[in-house]
């Protein structure tokens, strides 16, 4: 499994409600180590994915504040065009608190191309956004949110609807 496709098919996974434990605690292994060295916020947008799913919240908050601290260089760039969004709104999601995760990816999609990446790279951070807005809608009976970005992802991608709609359900909890 290579690193980025087998996260993203992960978390993916994960999104509409599989257990993944095994296959994240692998891919959390791989990078554990180099959390006290942000390098690139791509990558370290993964390593938050990969640490989120094996459930290992401390380390995920240590690259995020040490992402905060150390944005030098290309890091700068970037985490100034996303405002550290993307490590915080997936560290979020994984801890948890879906109404951090939506505050923090909702204005995010118009600019997460300043990380790299390809469309589908780019497409688990909707998946995310879907299905943290379903998770804080369970908790406060709104569903407003999470049906208005379902109903824009579907008509972006009519074949996305039953999709989308099992990711709804499987993060209805």
């Known amino acids: 499994m290579s690193w980025p496709d087998g996260l993203l098919g992960t978390h993916r996974l994960s999104l509409f409600g599989i257990d ?24 370290d947008w993964y390593a938050v994915m990969a640490l989120g799913l094996s459930g ?23 985490a100034e065009r996303v405002r550290l969004a993307l490590v915080e709104g997936f560290g979020s999601f994984a801890a948890g608190q879906p109404d951090r995760a939506l505050d923090l990816l909702i204005d995010l999609r118009p600019v997460a191309n300043a990380v790299g990446g390809s469309h589908a790279q780019r497409d688990i951070i909707d ?27 579907v008509a972006r991608q009519p074949s996305a609807s039953a999709a989308a709609t099992q990711l709804v359900a499987a993060n209805r909890r």
């Open 20 to 43: 993944v434990g095994g296959r994240a605690d692998q891919l959390a292994a791989d990078i554990e180590l180099l959390v006290d060295d942000p390098v690139y916020l791509f990558n």
């Open 127 to 153: 998946l995310t956004l879907i299905a943290a807005a379903a998770r804080a809608a369970a908790r406060a009976g709104e569903r407003t949110l999470t049906e208005d970005l379902v109903a824009e992802r």
């Open 56 to 78: 290992r919240h401390e380390c995920n908050q240590q690259l995020v504040a040490n992402n905060r601290r150390r944005t030098v260089g290309t890091n700068r760039e970037v």
